[in-house]
């Protein structure tokens, strides 16, 4: 297939750009595709940006994972407006490019992610089941969906992509806490109590591929492993695979201190279950985070 991802420079763009090669063509867009060359002769990666495509004709399948990462300013009314517009003007505008194009891309793949649901205590939730709580993290996905399920009109298949923490060594969360807790500072976080939701990122891909090739998937995909975490248990098991001790707590009122409202992200979770994804027959490799974290940090 011929496939457009956006934000393919970044984390799980650069992994799923890594596994599809040779698989499919690859189009990526980026607002600096020159940043993105190669050094050498060997064969570069195919970067446009977006202002440059007139419509999506040559594509049969779009995957849209861009946008203003959440954890890295602090968040200030314009930059919340950043991290929401970022997402929505790139949907939206692929949406319209899609609405010119004959024919028309037949999949696409939508980043969104857990926080759609709001924070919640232990209660578990799927695509079907569970109250929604309303607050910025649900704002931002909700808008970001719907921008992105407008593309069904034109006769694409929709799957909206409710990721949980993705963990993989290359980037994301567990490469920001790995220097910490290789250094045996790895601590609990407030009550600890709070439950993490994830996927291992070799399960992610293997979900992508999964949504990409079967036609009968649309709509709403967590896309989380069957077996959630609280918080200190997350640690306690990162710090064990490293052999590191696991004895410091950081008190919710220090970490608020200094991330301001981010600070939310760390403190509080939602237990996400991909119900659709195993109701459509995907087994994950990595179902529970001691088979997981072997594997990431071999
Ligand atoms: N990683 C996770 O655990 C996780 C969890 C839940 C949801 N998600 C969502 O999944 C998507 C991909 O995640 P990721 O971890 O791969 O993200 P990432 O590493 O931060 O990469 C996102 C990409 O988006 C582009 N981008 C950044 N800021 C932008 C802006 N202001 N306007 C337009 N484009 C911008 C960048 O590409 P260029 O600089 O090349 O333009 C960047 O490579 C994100 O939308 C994220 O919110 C990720």
Redesign the pocket.
């Given at each position: 297939m011929h496939l457009l991802i956006?934000?393919?420079?970044?984390?799980?763009?650069q992994a799923l750009c890594q596994h599809w090669q040779g698989q499919h063509q690859l189009t990526l867009?980026?607002?600096?595709p020159a940043?993105?060359r190669r050094p050498g002769k060997g064969r570069q990666p195919h970067f446009v940006k977006l202002s440059q495509l007139q419509d999506l004709t040559p594509f049969d399948g779009i995957v849209n994972?861009?946008?203003?990462?959440?954890l890295g300013r602090r968040w200030s009314q314009a930059q919340k407006q950043?991290i929401g517009q970022?997402?929505w003007q790139?949907t939206a505008r692929l949406v319209d490019l899609l609405s010119r194009s004959q024919p028309k891309p037949r999949v696409w793949l939508n980043?969104?992610?857990?926080?759609y649901y709001g924070w919640h205590g232990g209660e578990a939730l799927d695509e079907t089941r569970g109250t929604i709580a309303p607050g910025f993290t649900h704002d931002i996905c909700a808008r970001w969906e719907e921008l992105a399920q407008e593309a069904s009109q034109w006769g694409a298949r929709v799957c909206l992509l409710r990721?949980?923490?993705?963990l993989g060594r290359q980037?994301?969360?567990l490469a920001g806490m790995l220097p910490a807790y290789r250094l045996g500072l790895g601590a609990t976080l407030g009550a600890g109590q709070q439950i993490y939701s994830w996927i291992a990122l070799p399960d992610l891909l293997r979900a992508l591929d999964f949504l990409l090739k079967h036609d009968e998937c649309q709509g709403a995909y967590n896309l989380t492993s069957p077996q959630p975490i609280s918080q200190a248990d997350f640690s306690r098991q990162l710090a064990q695979a490293l052999g590191r001790p696991h004895w410091l707590h950081l008190p919710a009122g220090l970490l608020s201190l200094l991330l301001g409202e981010r600070a939310s992200l760390l403190l509080k979770g939602q237990r996400v279950l991909p119900s659709r994804l195993q109701a459509a027959g995907f087994a994950f490799d990595y179902p529970s985070l001691d088979q997981a974290l072997p594997a990431l940090l071999r």
């Open positions: 956006t934000g393919a420079s970044g984390f799980i763009g867009v980026s607002r600096e940043a993105h994972l861009a946008g203003e990462p959440i950043r970022s997402r790139i980043a969104s992610a857990v926080g990721l949980g923490m993705v980037g994301g969360a």
